[in-house]
Nanobody, 126 residues
Framework: QVQLVESGGGLVQAGGSLRLSCAAS????????MGWFRQAPGKEREFVGV????????YYADSVKGRFTISREDAKNTVHLQMNSLKPEDTAVYSC???????????????????WGPGPQVTVSS
């Protein structure tokens, strides 16, 4: 059983930065495609970005492209989400997710992910 635990959430002013980390245990981290999603109050879960198994490929939602960066440290079983130039509309609960299927290099659809972290709250004040 894979467990994912995020850290690094909090309150930040608009224009500021935060770095979220997601630590995995109980599986083979290097074999997982790792994604980040967010959900704001009253809204559906939204794809943020994804990184491939070897870290060579990333893909981001248009709403965060150029501001957010995903990286991974397989030696530490950890994936990071660096968030810069934060906006109030980035306020949400952010969750990392692991996809174990070998059929994909990158995964956008939430239904393909097998394991999810509970997600820290990120609040951006104006």
């Amino acid at each position: 059983q894979v467990q994912l635990v995020e850290s690094g959430g909090g309150l930040v002013q608009a224009g500021g930065s935060l770095r979220l980390s997601c630590a995995a245990s109980g599986g083979t981290f290097s074999s997982y495609v790792m994604g980040w999603f967010r959900q704001a109050p009253g809204k559906e879960r939204e794809f943020v970005g994804v990184i491939s198994r070897n870290g060579a490929n990333t893909y981001y939602a248009d709403s965060v492209k150029g501001r957010f960066t995903i990286s991974r440290e397989d030696a530490k079983n950890t994936v990071h989400l660096q968030m810069n130039s934060l906006k109030p509309e980035d306020t949400a609960v952010y969750s990392c997710a692991a996809a174990t299927s070998r059929a994909f290099i990158l995964v956008v659809a939430p239904r393909v992910y097998d394991y999810w972290g509970p997600g820290p709250q990120v609040t951006v004040s104006s």
